[in-house]
């Protein structure tokens, strides 16, 4: 590692946001003289219930079939802030921003993980699908009712726009940015760009944890990735407990993997300011490209191993016969509340009535918003009476 530490200070870099270049908030908002407006981005989105909701929902493994070892999403949030928070302090970027974004970024996810969202964008087909992202948007901006003046958190432009950017990453077209109300043709300030790559070290690392621990991985076909093979060699050296103790030694390649990632993305991306000249937000926002991002090298044993986790973990049998199951089940807890509206709570039913929400959209705010368990419980007394 020759990651130049020259950098780690408290001075934001010249390309970095800044609270006085922010677009702001949709609807005026008094402000607190000792608290910055990203710090108070965080603490509107710690505060809320979808945050909170989080610790029952599915990362991979389904929390109510599964023990309690494995990551749900509240704890891969963290895991995701964590790595955010680092980068962004040794990239002299808004730390604060960083942490906003890394907090919200999964806010928008339903129950059971891909297999929730896959069911409910199936059953919203003909009513403008479901997309995490872009239900996580609806929610800062108008599910989470807590303030007399205005719907939803209120959070910054900057905040938000963190749906926009894994929007389109997902959606593959960067001018689907406006889809979503944002500027089109620009690209997010660099600290909103850095949180889609956090959570992907985030996840490709403790992913394979959980493959390990759980046992829906083997070691033996894991060390066919390079990168673990490569680290496996590494943390072998260092100390002969490695080689005898394997649970020692998973969590040893695992973050040595965090760190391996952590710092090829912060020299690629210090590389690319240098080379494109970034001096401003304006040049950040202009520049035509993902300024934060993987060596080229790194990059293809990265995607090796994603491959490797989307053949033998995502989609092998230990975790496939649970989410097909609860993809199933949502559906039908769907079309029970579209048979049934009165089963609905009281403030679904009235935005229905008031005409500014079709009944499907209700129905799936108010299903994408349970948690794993509340699903389930829902699913016996309503679908299985
Ligand atoms: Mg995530």
Known sequence: MNFELGTLNFELSSYAMRENLSRGRVHADHGIPYRGLYQRDRDRIVHSSAFRRLQYKTQVFISVMEGDYFRNR??????????ARTIARALA???????ALALA????HGPFGHSGEDALNEVMSAHGGFDHNAHGLRIVDLLETRYARFPG??????TREGYAKNYAAHDGSPRSRSLLGFAPDEMPPLEVQLVGHADEIAYDTHDLDDGLVSGALVEDDVRNVSLWRDVEAQVL???????????????????????????????????RIREQKISSLEDVRKFDGELIGFSKELNVRKRELEHFLMQRFYKSERVKKHTDFWRERLKQLFHAFQENPNLLPEDSRKRIDS???????????Y????TDRFASRQWETIVNK
């Open 367 to 370: 299903v994408a918003g349970m």
């Open 153 to 158: 958190l209120n959070l910054t432009y900057e």
């Open 74 to 83: 509240l704890t891969h949030t963290l895991e995701v802030t964590q790595i």
């Open 237 to 271: 050296a260092e100390d002969d407990t490695y080689k005898t103790d394997h649970r020692m030694r998973w969590h040893a390649i695992v973050r040595r993997l965090i760190a391996t990632l952590v710092t090829d993305l912060m020299q690629e991306t210090q590389r």
């Open 355 to 365: 005409g500014k929400e079709s009944q499907e959209r209700a129905i799936c705010d």
């Open 93 to 99: 970027l808004n730390e604060d921003l960083a942490e």
């Open 105 to 108: 970024h999964d806010l928008g």
